[in-house]
């Protein structure tokens, strides 16, 4: 079949069911819709805010065709003939709705009360009466609430706060005020007119915010999702947070989220893997606002976790640009294609208009790993963050986002073979935006996008002074070679959205740009010997990708529920990159400064005490111009996804979704989920879907010659790209795509307005799963290397888990306490090993068995206590990291030390690093009303993974595990908003 006959029968079916809804929906075009959707549609059309108690309108319907052409002044008219409510205009764009008897009742009492109009006269005893009462209305997370209704309980004499929660009202002596806003609890109360009143009114009735990723359906509120769904809102949760970078953010904030900061791993030190449930960094979808994000060039190597993998540098968009951020905790890609296996980040971006927002962390490092209070210090941070939002047009917005981020190197007890083991250091600068303009009735255009600088440096393994890969002339005692790289990452999406005929119609092109260039400092290359400079240019790699797609969607009403009907197309190109450094970098020379080819005699070779000396920059060897690599590929997608309401309790959605792609063919996959409302509060959810994820053009065509350290013994590597003859010698085959089965079950419950729980359980299985091979011997090759490695679909992996989220929270007076508890409890097993005739220990042994395992942490518990108290915030929060096992590079070593017995080697081998609890304090004060300062420590108590010895895959006296290896974090944050 070719691809043009696939394009042709694919869009056939698209246009079909396109012209089929359509006909549908001109049938069923008069059914009723909640009343509620027709105050939203006129509230964003004419730019008007309706305020109306809660469970006011539950239940109420009206047909929205004749609504369709009328002004403002219209719709009112007819909503008051239509509904038995009235709507009352207060000015400033409020009106606020009360049933038919209480306007009548408020008419019965003109003579004595002023019912929302100035022009009222008011009776001489009412007048002597009246006091003037200020204050201000605010959430329970100190939000200003805008539009708020004050009320007079008997008279409904009242006003609606201002933008900024404020307000100023004539009310009597001896009052009784109702303060109401939609979705919060109200509260009455009687306002004093000599203080400034403040009100919290708390979290009551949950807004039916919706969601963008998970549901295409406009109508679905979070809360009755059938799969699991994390919305983690930046702003609240920054009074609890000292994290400068969205990777850590979202460690200490979803148990299954895993982000481990590196030391030792060359790119990896530079750019964090991030996992969701223990999978692979590239097998979780990263959005943003709703569309696909482009990964990082780096493809992981070494120890790392994510070995093998390509996965989205998260830490290039600043937190200060984003408004929220959802996490689908689900395989999704029958939805939204490949690498949504594990589930799919959606970072939504900031859309204020009307403010500038400024905040500052400093902070530094314990680096004394023994005494809980420092006396020396080391990571000095420094972070500014500026977000700035105004209106363009009279309805349309940019706002603009930039950061700039300064983190120094920590250094924590290294060994002999790597005297500079601690963090990479980190130079960032960061600026992205986010607009919509609206050109015409139900259309507007949008745009966001950024762009990235990060400069970082990282310590890699020591060179001893008298060894061949040391020049005494140059380091009379050795040498600690520095890795750096600039990394450049740009982005750029622009798009349409619509509304033809009640479809939801959005067109988008999303450009991605990730480019990275190593810089080796501190160096040389050993054959030039004193002649040698002393840094590199070593090339490096870029990814780009382009996304262009079209989306349908739109909400059928049929009876008293209905369906939800998505579809779309989507084209992707990748464009992969590998370019060259300078020649020093990578080639190695003669005693004659020739560079070494075939035809030259070995006596010509530079040597050391008899030893070859190693060419290229020690510390990382360029890329050569024979790894140069520039490819491409493309794919086209069509989808269908649809949720069905089969009734207010129960509900059904399904997706399918067919990709073909350039280089490897085709693929369909499925989602089937369902929800159930066993009560008003209780929901059972559960999916079964299909997903895959395509190789990655890295993993295709990545090859390198590197310096790889086997415990204290350097050795020369060449990592093979997979579409090499040389693969085929080895019996790689060529890269199919991962492909998996995911099975989730769990359900959600809200007890009261003060508890929320959900508990949710998951399988997911991955066949055919990309890993990086271990080392073959390859010296008999001719390349001049020790050891070859290959990208290879060499494992199946089975993960079951179970994550559960419970929240508490409760006023008293002025005083809030919240509980939260979350936590993951994850199995990855490795059921099958597909070495073919190749020797399963060299092919995927037991040390990079476990690597992958360990990178699937056992469990994470997070537990925090919150208490707010006027203008105070405080937190206190507990994470328990579970306890990993690794296989150190002892198992490589002869086993005649270890009494002949690979039992005994076995057990020398094995790194147990015990579960820890991390403690967590921070304070936060509202000074004024523009500014809050903050401060805290991370790892209050300066604990630390359990110690091992020198034969670590980093080098030092810990792994790169998940708790990290900086102890204690000091830092003081102030925000002014203006």
Request: proline share 2%.
């Amino acid at each position: 079949m070719t691809l043009k006959f696939v394009i042709k029968k694919y869009a056939l079916l698209f246009l079909i069911a396109f012209f089929s809804t359509s006909l549908f929906s001109q049938k069923n075009k008069k059914t009723s819709i909640p009343l509620t959707v027709l105050l939203d549609s006129i509230s964003n059309k004419h730019q008007i805010f309706f305020t109306y108690k809660a469970n006011l309108l539950t239940n109420k319907t009206i047909q929205e065709e004749g609504f369709k052409n009328l002004n403002l002044k219209e719709s009112i008219s007819l909503l008051k003939k239509l509904t038995p409510f009235y709507f009352d205009d207060l000015g400033n764009n409020y009106y606020v709705i009360y049933k038919q008897i209480e306007q009548n009742k408020r008419i019965n009492n003109s003579e004595k009360n002023t019912i929302f109009n100035s022009n009222t006269i008011n009776d001489s005893i009412f007048v002597k009466s009246k006091i003037i009462a200020k204050g201000i209305v605010l959430s329970s997370d100190n939000e200003p609430l805008n539009g708020a209704t004050l009320q007079n309980s008997k008279s409904f004499v009242g006003t609606t706060t201002n933008s900024d929660g404020t307000f100023n009202m004539e009310v009597q002596k001896e009052n009784t005020i109702n303060v109401s806003f939609i979705g919060h609890n109200s509260k009455t109360l009687t306002l004093s007119p000599n203080k400034f009143n403040v009100i919290i009114l708390s979290s009551g009735q949950e807004l039916a915010e919706i969601k963008i990723v998970g549901s295409r359906n406009k109508n679905r509120v979070a809360k009755d999702t059938p799969v699991a769904i994390d919305v983690i809102n930046i702003e609240k949760e920054s009074s609890k947070s000292s994290q400068v970078e969205v990777n850590q953010f979202l460690e200490y904030s979803i148990p299954s989220f895993n982000a481990t900061k590196q030391s030792g791993a060359d790119g990896a030190d530079h750019i964090d893997p991030a996992t969701i449930r223990g999978l692979g960094p590239d097998q979780t979808l990263v959005l943003i606002n709703g569309k696909r994000r482009h990964q990082a060039s780096l493809i992981n190597l070494y120890g790392t976790r994510g070995r093998g993998n390509s996965g989205t540098d998260l830490n290039t968009i600043p937190i200060s640009a984003i408004k929220r951020i959802e996490i689908l905790r689900d395989g999704a890609s029958a939805q939204y294609g490949s690498d949504a296996i594990a589930g799919v980040i959606n970072i939504v971006l900031n859309d204020i208009d009307n403010e500038l927002n400024i905040s500052s962390t400093i902070g530094f490092n314990n680096a004394n790993t023994s005494r809980f209070i420092p006396d020396k210090v080391d990571g000095f941070t420094y972070k500014l963050a500026l977000n700035y939002g105004t209106k363009i047009t009279k309805d349309g917005f940019i706002n603009l986002s930039t950061e700039i981020l300064s983190k120094n190197n920590t250094f924590r007890e290294g060994t002999s073979i790597r005297e500079k083991f601690g963090q990479a250091g980190i130079k960032n600068v960061s600026l992205f935006f986010n607009s919509e303009i609206p050109i015409y009735k139900d259309t507007k255009l949008y745009a966001n996008g950024g762009f990235n600088y990060k400069n970082s440096e990282a310590f890699a393994f020591t060179r001893d002074k008298n060894n061949e890969r040391n020049v005494l002339e140059i380091y009379e005692n050795g040498f600690n070679p520095l890795i750096t790289s600039t990394i450049l990452d740009n982005s750029f999406s622009f798009g349409l959205i619509t509304n033809f005929r009640n479809w939801n119609i959005d067109i988008n092109n999303t450009f991605g740009r990730n480019n990275f260039r190593y810089f080796i400092k501190n160096t040389l290359n050993a054959t030039l010997e004193e002649d040698s400079p002393t840094e590199f240019d070593a090339g490096g790699h870029q990814l780009i990708q382009n996304t262009t797609s079209i989306d349908f969607s739109k909400y059928f009403k049929s009876n008293n529920y209905g369906f939800n009907l998505a579809l779309g197309a989507e084209h992707r190109l990748d464009k992969y990159k590998i370019f060259s450094g300078e020649e020093g970098s990578y080639v190695a020379y003669d005693i004659n400064k020739n560079v070494i080819d075939s035809q030259t005699p070995t006596s010509n070779y530079t040597m050391h005490n008899g030893i070859v000396r190693p060419g290229g920059s020690q510390g990382f060897p360029g890329y050569a111009p024979e790894n140069e690599v520039d490819r491409d590929r493309s794919n086209i997608g069509i989808y269908v996804d649809t949720e069905f309401d089969f009734s207010k309790n129960f509900m059904i959605g399904g997706a399918l979704r067919y990709e073909y792609y350039s280089d490897f063919g085709n693929t369909l996959n499925f989602k089937l989920a369902s929800r159930y409302k066993i009560t008003p509060n209780f929901n059972i959810r559960s999916s079964f879907s299909t997903g895959f994820r395509a190789p990655s053009l890295a993993q295709i065509y990545f090859n390198l010659k590197f310096t790889n350290f086997i415990g204290s013994k350097a050795t020369e590597s060449l990592l093979v790209a997979n579409n090499s003859p040389i693969a085929r010698r080895f019996n790689i085959n060529k890269l199919n795509e991962e492909k998996a089965r995911n099975f989730s079950l769990g359900f959600t419950t809200k007890l009261n307005n003060n508890f929320n729980a959900s508990i949710d359980a998951y399988y997911v299985s991955i066949i055919d799963r990309i890993i990086l091979s271990g080392n073959f011997e390859a010296q008999n090759l001719g390349f001049g290397v020790d050891n070859v490695q290959f990208f290879a679909n060499g494992v199946n992996t089975q993960t079951t888990g179970v994550d559960l989220i419970l929240n508490w929270q409760k006023s008293f007076s002025d005083h809030k306490l919240g509980i939260d508890f979350s936590g993951n409890i994850n199995h990855m097993s490795i059921s099958d090993i597909k070495n073919k005739e190749l020797d399963q220990e060299t092919f995927f042994g037991i040390r990079d068995q476990q690597y992958l395992l360990v990178s699937a942490p056992k469990s994470k518990f997070n537990f925090g206590i919150n208490y707010t108290h006027k203008n105070l915030k405080t937190s206190i929060n507990f994470t328990r990291f579970s306890k990993v096992k690794l296989i150190d590079w002892q198992i490589y070593e002869d086993i005649a030390g270890y009494s002949n017995s690979e039992t005994e080697r076995l057990k020398a081998a094995q790194d147990f690093y015990n579960s820890k609890i991390t403690t967590d304090l921070h304070i936060s004060y509202q000074l004024n009303s523009l500014t809050t300062l903050q401060f805290g420590v991370d790892n209050l108590f300066n604990i630390y993974p359990t110690k091992q010895f020198t034969f670590t895959d980093s080098g030092g006296l810990w792994d790169a595990i998940q708790m990290g290896t900086n102890g204690a974090f000091y830092y003081t944050k102030i925000k002014v908003n203006l």
